[in-house]
């Protein structure tokens, strides 16, 4: 139980070597014209927000990073956002890169191997709980930010060695079959895309009935299907036609029509903000989709929608149903 498990902070499990907590360079001592093509890659806020640090990297040279090498991190680093999208976490992988260097607007922690995992460290400070210290510590002068003196003294359970090496494995594992699906998700969407640009938009498969037909005239729909489309089920190359016919955005396939959105949707409404808390008006309280949800929804998730609460004329017209 977390309950058992003594109480400790960022500070005391960081390693005991020089600069094992330590934030960005100065502002002036970094700046867009130290990029470079290659070199030495520079964490910013845009290679945060997943487990490792990733995407697409600026870089410095190596004779600039190692100006700035006390802001160097390195495999197994904990690397946090400090100004930006505050509660960022994510860990330096091992591989590509033998260091990276902080931008700004991030810190690090190197913890002690002898006390503290840094995977398991991970998942402790992407966790809801420390999510909600970040917030709650955050200082609000200006843009939202948090220091190293704040993450030094961030408080968590910190289990035996041993544990924490069991947790982090159990808890990796299970994100490593994640990101499996993920990319598998990923492959299968692009794939999905190619067919219904190959179908939709080049009407590939018409045009390889057409040029059956054109040597074939005689030929009936179900030799021309075998012919041009050898892959496609047969009731699904009978779907297309083997013809096209002018429209007012060029060929389409014979049969087909234009349309425009709103001849096929029986209401397209926007939504309604309502508020934070219940009101003498806003009684109905539901869930809102917001834009920043739609990448998790895509990805099979449920995002993380905020609470509303909306006027009772308003719930039937803006509430989802299936196919929406």
Known sequence: MASEWPMCTAGEIAASTRNALVGGPFGSNLVSADYVEFGVPVIRGQNMGSRWVSGDFAFVSEKKALSLQS???????????????????????????????????????TPD??????????????????????????????????????????????????????????????????????RMNETLEAMARALFQSWFVDFDPVRAKAAVRREHPRWTDAEVCRAALPTLAREIAALFPDSFENSALGNIPRGWSLGILDEFAEHVLGGDWGGDEMTASNTVRVRCIRGADIPDLQRGGVGKMPDRYIKRSSAGKRTLNDGD
């Open 71 to 109: 802001n160097l991190a390195r495999s197994g680093d904990i690397v946090f956002t400090q100004r930006g999208t505050l509660g960022q976490v994510s860990l330096v992988p091992s591989g590509k890169f033998d260091k990276y260097l902080l931008s700004q607007s991030q810190m690090k922690l």
């Open 113 to 182: 191997k002898h006390r503290a995992d840094s995977l398991f460290l991970y998942y402790v400070f992407s966790s809801e709980e420390q999510q909600d210290y970040v917030r709650q510590h955050a200082i609000q002068t200006g843009v939202p930010h948090t220091n190293l003196g704040i993450l030094r003294d961030t408080p968590f359970f910190l289990p035996p060695l041993e544990e924490q090496h069991a947790i982090a494995h159990i808890l990796g594992t299970l994100d490593d079959k994640i990101e499996l699906n993920r």
